[in-house]
């Protein structure tokens, strides 16, 4: 029986319900403030409308926008994962030259400022006649997310069972056929996950998305935009309806990752 | 186990992608910064003359230790916040802890955007906070000082990365074996003795890998400053992002890229050492 | 006896060359050479570390020897990638695929091989009744108890009829009662399909119990093989001595045909010099009231410990010489104090150290 782990110290739960409330209280005041009729200022909100949410359904250029960041995400997803999987499966069991930095590079986005990311992928597009726009805005998050791909996979993989394959190459499948018929429903889940994740971190991203946009938007850019010509509660709404869809796509992407956790015990 | 074509299958491909999309880019971004403009146009010239330009012209080490300054304070806040919130989590959540864990995981990839906006609405002269001070009677004139300050990049960053420094503390308090604590305290050293010379050594990686995290991103930041700092806080990415933008020197640009750039990998080499030292296995 | 000794005697399976492994700087396998005979169920016993499961590994194609050549009926078999030989392996966690049940598992190698589809599902239905698991056939593997695991892997490798079955430590996982119940299913299922078993363990009371042979490894290096009664009552090494059973390793010094050994004495055909004596606790016998035999060596030693063994118990032994012997005897009682006790001469088997 230890003391540091069955009292609760009074303060410390205080504390943390604070750093809660923290974290927690201004995306609450935002969702409030979708509701007010009044607008985002004033204090309470007094008059709970939805005309807000009613104004959205008509914004065409909002629409664009998000079938936009649809377009580039799906795109993001199907790049990354193809090559995330294939560079944590290189990292996992391939031995070459330059392995060490490989792994640094491919990781790099992910602790890397996104500007960084942004404007060398803007040289990049500049100097090889793509240009601004949603492709490049495409390559530029099936690049920088292949990073999170390889993450998830890889800890996919350390959890797969390297007997598994071995046996089914035992049991005479070729390599091609036990990766088709072992390796990859092993990571599925992983998959998924990995998958789920770099949607939403696709279609949230901003600061790459920055420097390689052209004439048409992403929902990000197209509510940035908004935001320099003032605040409006119709900005709350979208933001709430992000908020919403964030969150379930998040909370799948937990539950996946812990039943992978827990189907490897 | 493995053949030589199959590793070749999976390597060659992410290799290749990887060198074309990342490594490139990076490459051209550096042959950048020693090239130079002339009446809106770059010449091939190779010189040392932005990074001359960068250390000669007093503005940029302002802005500079502006963006030191705020990246050290956010750091330490999300470490003030995160880490007793780890603790809390680890030792003494009992049966909710998995809920608990959860919540502070969805909203660490809660749209950057949607969550900076939050504070905008807040802290504006018009704004929620505002409102609320005077529909309290505690202020009887809008505080201005609130948004476009500093502070307000500060408090906005904070939010966004507590929950980052958070997770890799949090992963760290839950590796450490539970019997160690009970040697200690069977050992007689009290909580608190127990916390500085157990804890908080094998917490240290998670510790460093968060601080890092929440130091770098601050450090590349140019989105809060524009939203909620004004000018008062320009940090050294709105510098980069201005120059790529009206100001139109895509040279002086890359060569704070490149500055920023070796920060960040110096640093990340750094806390790697440094977490390597506090890696007990 | 007999059936084993020709079994043995059968022309080789397959045929380990000079066999060398190594990680880096560490050789695991030192030159190694072993034949495995046809119809054989040969066990590579050793220590963890003694290089028997990178041998296996080598024979199922997951690792590449550094040197050396694996044939197999008469064909070169190390040149082979893993899909291509005719070996199945049962692995030590079995490694059942965790996304397909049963029957789909042991259908497997035969789906991977284009086997008919008629086929396939006539001869899963066999191995399932073989291994009498017919009616687990759409279970999920993580549904089933660990023994019920075994079944399911052991059939899913016999489906493929291989020439040759390797076993990795198959029986580790299970608990002692259910280990003992499969040694014996192990065996008898080895009889019924006649293939070639090489079975890797560490626990060499199972090796004596299933195998025809025992090759002991150790260091990468094979240090006897031979039948289990072969090895234990002849031990070449004191280390095989002391591996496999209980030994008393005896340091003596010969002269004209006398081994000495401080308190005993007894004559031996070994040449003059330093020598090493295996004699088993089995092997020494308390005097009390018999005759004293011709060959016999009679010593007197006090009762240190006694170790209660059912039947028969262990005594701890301490001569005046200051050695320690341990003899064990039929169960007498509590003992304590001086007695005497002796063994025949023949039964201190020569060993190299």
Redo the contacts between chains.
């Keep these: ?5 069955n009292r ?2 009074l303060f ?2 205080i ?2 319900c604070l ?2 409330a ?3 209280l ?2 609450l ?2 969702v409030i ?1 979708s509701f007010n009729r009044d607008g ?5 909100p007094r008059h709970f409308t939805f005309d807000w949410y009613r104004q959205l359904t008509t914004d065409s250029a909002l629409w664009n926008s998000v079938l936009n960041s649809l377009y580039v995400a799906a795109g993001a997803v199907f790049v990354s994962l ?3 999987l ?2 944590a ?2 990292l996992d ?4 030259p330059g392995k060490a930095l ?1 792994r640094r ?2 990781l ?2 992910l ?7 942004g ?6 597009a500049v ?1 090889a006649g793509l240009g601004r726009g949603l492709t490049a805005v495409f ?1 530029g998050h ?2 920088a997310l ?1 990073s999170v791909a390889t993450t998830e996979i890889f800890a996919g993989l350390q959890k797969l ?15 091609w ?2 990766f088709w ?2 390796t990859l ?2 990571l ?1 889940l992983s998959l998924i996950a990995a998958g789920l ?1 770099i949607f ?2 696709s279609m ?1 991203e ?2 790459v998305t ?2 390689l946009i052209g004439s048409d938007n992403t929902l ?1 850019q197209e ?2 935009g908004r ?1 320099r010509r003032g ?1 409006t509660p119709e ?2 709404a979208i ?1 709430t309806l ?2 919403l869809v ?2 379930i796509l ?2 799948i ?2 539950r996946l990752r812990t039943r992978t956790q827990k ?1 490897s015990l | 186990m493995y053949s030589r074509l199959y590793k070749l299958a999976i390597s060659l491909p992410p290799l290749f992608w990887v060198t074309l999309f990342l490594l490139v880019p990076y490459a051209l971004m550096f042959a950048h910064s020693f090239w130079v403009t002339q009446d809106g146009v770059i010449l091939h010239n190779w010189s040392f003359h932005q990074y001359k330009e960068l250390l000669s012209q007093p503005l940029y080490a302002t802005v500079f230790f502006r963006t030191m300054r705020v990246a050290a304070s956010v750091t330490l806040l999300s470490l003030l916040l995160g880490y007793p919130l780890a603790y809390f989590l680890s030792f003494h959540a009992g049966p909710r802890k998995e809920l608990l864990y959860q919540l502070v995981i969805v909203p660490l990839w809660v749209s950057y955007l949607v969550r900076g906006y939050a504070w905008k609405t807040i802290l504006g002269t018009d704004g929620v906070l505002n409102g609320a001070l005077q529909y309290l009677h505690i202020t009887h004139e809008p505080v201005s000082a609130l948004l476009y300050s500093p502070f307000a990049v500060i408090l906005m960053l904070t939010h966004i990365y507590t929950p980052f420094v958070f997770l890799p503390i949090y992963a760290s308090l839950e590796h450490i074996p539970r019997p160690l604590l009970e040697a200690s305290s069977d050992l007689g050293a009290s909580p608190r003795s127990t916390f500085l010379r157990v804890i908080l050594p094998l917490s240290m990686p998670g510790l460093l890998a968060g601080a890092t995290f929440a130091f770098v991103l601050t450090l590349g930041d140019f989105l809060a400053p524009l939203l909620v700092g004004g000018s008062s806080s320009t940090m050294i990415a709105n510098v980069v992002q201005s120059l790529f933008g009206a100001a139109y020197d895509w040279p002086l640009g890359a060569a704070i890229s490149v500055f920023i750039l070796f920060i960040t990998v110096g640093l990340l080499f750094f806390t790697e050492h440094l977490e390597k030292r506090w890696t007990f296995q | 006896m007999s059936a084993a000794a020709s079994t043995w005697s059968n022309p080789s399976l397959l045929e380990i060359r000079a066999v060398s492994k190594r990680f880096g700087e560490k050789e695991v396998l030192k030159t190694l050479s072993l034949n495995v005979a046809q119809g054989e169920f040969l066990t590579l016993l050793g220590e963890s570390g003694s290089g028997k499961t990178t041998l296996l590994r080598l024979i199922a194609g997951f690792e590449q020897p550094t040197a050396g050549e694996l044939w197999m009926s008469g064909q070169r078999l190390d040149t082979l990638p893993p899909h291509k030989r005719r070996v199945n392996t049962v692995f030590q966690q079995y490694a059942l695929f965790p996304h397909l049940n049963v029957s789909e598992n042991v259908a497997y190698g035969l789906r991977a091989n284009n086997t008919p589809k008629s086929q396939i599902a006539e001869r899963v239905q066999q191995a399932l009744a073989m291994v009498r698991m017919s009616e687990y056939a759409v279970a999920k593997p993580t549904k089933l108890s660990g023994g019920q695991q075994q079944r399911i892997a052991l059939a899913r490798a016999l489906v493929n009829r291989p020439q040759l079955l390797l076993l990795d430590e198959p029986l580790s996982a299970l608990d002692a009662n259910l280990r003992k119940e499969m040694q014996g299913e192990l065996k008898s299922l080895q009889r019924e399909v006649g293939i070639t078993f090489l079975f890797v363990t560490h626990d060499q009371e199972e090796a004596m119990a299933l195998s025809d042979r025992i090759a002991l490894l150790k260091d990468g290096a094979l240090e006897q093989i031979a039948t289990p009664r072969e090895i234990y009552a002849h031990p070449a090494t004191a280390y095989t001595a002391q591996f496999i059973g209980q030994t008393n390793l005896l340091r003596a010094t010969v002269r004209a045909n006398i081994a000495d050994c401080g308190e005993f004495k007894f004559p031996t055909n070994s040449p003059d010099g330093p020598a090493l004596f295996s004699l088993r606790p089995e092997k020494i016998f308390a005097a009390s009231g018999t005759p004293s035999y011709p060959d016999s060596t009679r010593f007197f030693a006090d009762i240190r410990q006694q170790f209660y063994g059912g039947s028969t118990e262990l005594l701890e032994l301490l001569c005046s010489d200051g050695q320690v012997v341990r003899a064990r005897i039929n169960a007498a009682g509590p003992l304590s104090g001086r007695h005497e006790f002796f063994f025949f001469a023949q039964d201190a088997i020569p060993v190299k150290p």
């Design positions: 029986m230890s003391a540091t782990t609760r110290p410390l739960t504390y943390s750093v809660f923290f974290i927690y201004p995306i005041v935002l403030y985002v200022g004033g204090f309470p193809t090559l995330g294939l560079a499966l290189a069991r391939a031995d070459f490989f590079l491919v790099l986005p602790i890397l400022p996104g500007i960084i990311t404007l060398s992928l803007l040289m990049f100097a390559f099936g690049t292949i069972d390297r007997r598994q394959e071995e046996a089914s190459l035992d049991l005479g499948a070729t390599p056929r036990t018929l072992v429903p092993n599925r994740l939403t971190l949230d901003i600061a920055f420097f990000p509510i940035w935001l605040i900005i709350n933001s992000i908020l964030s969150i998040i909370t992407w937990y189907s």
